[in-house]
């Protein structure tokens, strides 16, 4: 018998969530903002999906409904992946060790 | 581009993305992690383009997009200032949230694009994990909305309850879970528009009765949140990058919240369902008696603080407030020069979200080696000369470990206390969050400074 592709995602799925629960008690306290502000840009990654729905269908309507959709939601990601990935750069610079 | 191809590219962000996160275990690594992180999101955001393959006249309206949200984040980035990161970071959840909604949505409009079947006939797996993604998206967009406005001071933090909440939340919840049901069986777009109206409301509702000083958790709890929107619609896409990342990021919020909700021994369902913060425990505080305090000013502090051998600051929410860092640096500077040891100690819900004051402390050049979390720093109270609370309160009570009674009872204080002398930074005698009068303000080694945050700390600095 086949196994359904689903098990196979859902188990990356679940192991991603093992390895998530290992790394993250591992980042210092000192960097729990850093840490809030790049998962939020990386959870951006959904602007995959909306890169699909923008370009979805015939290139002869490319703003049917489902497109803007697909529009709207790389405008909302773009701003949460540059944004994003910005700060936390900006505030880890912000880090520095005692000058000896 | 073929699909096994791109499948691997996305496993490949996807650890970039894992590494990202594993590079902030300290402060040296963490630069790097960050490029890791975008590196992560560059491949799949070029993967993606291959793979459609679409290099019509809408891959022009799409890199524009990106450029325009793209500005518009960077600019974001560079202006904000670092008190206002948490609702910064409030405003980003419900960014992601709603993209996961625009992007749900569209996969039920045009299943076709995404190989899920076709309208009216859409794979029933991918059904439950579209509509999933697009609630849970939701409650993460309008809940992170009041989050915002709460954060922002544009909405009061006190908690919003009224009769039957919980009961009309649990109706809410389960008529999503309904009308999932539901639109399994009829694929009725109606079905799916219901769905996602529902989740907005549940999200407003599920976050007005909590109060301002739980943000910390409510904070750590979207960030989880918008990780399952998007694991959600990364197992409609079948994309493995996302559905990574989203059980990243969930699990990372998961273990915020918990960590915040230890910091104040609450359960997490104790700080879901609203209470404290609540202004009832203000009004019947039976210690209105007038208690001795020792007034102090900025003189007598100088005085205290360049005689010790050893320092320790408590900085809270009170600082960031009063923007107080800058000035706190330089005390701290003319102390050292004196040679004086300086630490600082914080609590793990010091400010308004994870690790907040670490990130003001770092602004205002304090290395973060002179930095200490609670268990790091809590014995050395014992040997401290003098500890200077600034804008801490509720965090430094120790009602909390010797009143049963009381309602911060059993949550991890800082042993303030146990220094010889301690200098409290405070407007007035006003109670703190929790509402509870502290009992370190009437202790014979406490010195209140009856002040400004910031302009006690620069008097001081003159006149040092």
């Known amino acids: 018998m086949e196994i359904d592709p689903f098990i196979f995602r859902l188990s990356i799925f679940i192991l991603s969530i093992f390895v998530g629960y290992y790394v993250v008690w591992s980042v210092t306290p000192s960097l729990h903002t850093p840490l809030m502000s790049v998962t939020n840009a990386i959870s951006s990654v959904i602007i995959v999906g909306a890169i699909i729905a923008a370009l979805a269908g015939s290139s002869k309507n490319i703003f049917e409904l ?32 005692k000058k000896k | 581009m073929s699909a096994n191809l791109s499948a691997t590219f996305y496993l490949l962000s996807g650890i970039l993305f894992i590494l990202a996160l594993r590079g902030l275990s300290s402060p040296e690594t963490s630069r790097q992690g960050n490029y890791f992180g975008i590196a992560g999101m560059a491949i799949s955001i ?8 679409n290099f019509g006249s809408g891959f022009i309206y799409v890199l524009i997009f990106l450029v325009l949200g793209g500005s518009i984040g960077a600019f974001i980035a560079f202006k904000i200032p670092m008190t206002a990161m948490p609702e910064l970071v409030a405003g980003f959840h419900s960014l992601v949230g709603l993209a996961a909604v625009f992007v749900a949505i569209s996969a039920f409009l045009k299943p076709e694009a995404f190989n899920l079947g076709v309208t009216g006939n859409i794979k029933l797996a991918s059904l439950i994990e579209m509509s999933l993604g697009a609630a849970i998206g939701a409650i993460t967009f309008s809940g992170s ?39 399994c069986k009829s694929q009725l777009s109606n079905i799916f528009w219901s769905i996602v109206l529902i989740s907005f409301i549940v999200g407003v509702l599920l976050i007005i009765p909590i109060g301002g000083a739980d943000m910390p958790v409510v904070i750590s709890m979207l960030n989880s949140y918008s990780g399952w929107a998007a694991a959600g619609i990364g197992f409609t896409l079948e994309n493995t990058a996302l559905i990574i990342t989203g059980a ?13 909700c230890k910091g104040m021994n609450r359960s997490f369902f104790n700080v879901i369902l609203g209470g404290w913060g609540a202004n009832d425990q203000t009004s019947d505080n039976k210690t209105k008696e007038q208690k001795p305090v ?74 973060y080696d002179e930095v200490f979390e609670l268990e790091e720093i809590n014995n050395d109270f014992a040997n401290c000369d003098v500890a200077y609370v600034i804008g801490a ?62 302009k006690m700390t620069e008097e001081i600095v003159k006149s040092l």
């Open chain 2, 46 to 53: 070029i993967v993606t383009f291959l793979a459609v393959g």
């Open chain 1, 66 to 97: 489902s497109n803007i959709f697909g529009f709207l939601a790389i405008i909302l990601a773009a701003v949460n992946i540059f944004g994003g990935f910005l700060v936390t750069q900006r505030m880890l610079q912000m880090y520095k060790k």
């Open chain 2, 145 to 183: 909305i009041i989050a915002f406005l709460k954060l922002r001071g544009i909405m009061s933090g006190s908690p919003i309850t009224f009769k039957g909440q919980h009961l009309i939340n649990l109706i809410l919840g389960l008529a999503i879970l309904f009308l999932i049901y539901y639109l």
């Open chain 2, 248 to 260: 990243l990021v969930g699990s990372s919020g998961a273990i915020l919240s918990y960590i915040m």
């Open chain 2, 393 to 454: 309160n509720d965090v430094t009570n120790p009602v909390a470990k010797s009143d049963p009674q009381s309602p911060i009872y059993g949550m991890p204080v800082l042993d303030v206390e146990k220094s010889k002398s301690v200098l409290f930074v405070k407007r007035s005698l006003s109670p703190g969050y929790a509402g509870i009068d502290n009992d370190l303000f009437y202790r014979d080694n406490t010195l209140m400074l009856f002040a400004d945050a910031k």
């Open chain 2, 294 to 367: 020792k007034n102090g000013n900025a003189d007598d502090a100088a005085f205290l603080m360049k005689n010790a051998s050893s320092v320790i600051i408590v900085p809270g929410y009170g600082m960031a407030v009063a923007q107080a860092q800058h000035a706190l640096r330089e005390m701290v500077d003319a102390l050292k020069k004196n040679g004086v040891k300086v630490s600082y100690a914080i609590h793990p819900v010091a400010g308004r979200m994870p690790g907040h004051m670490n990130v003001l402390l770092a602004e205002a050049n304090v290395p």
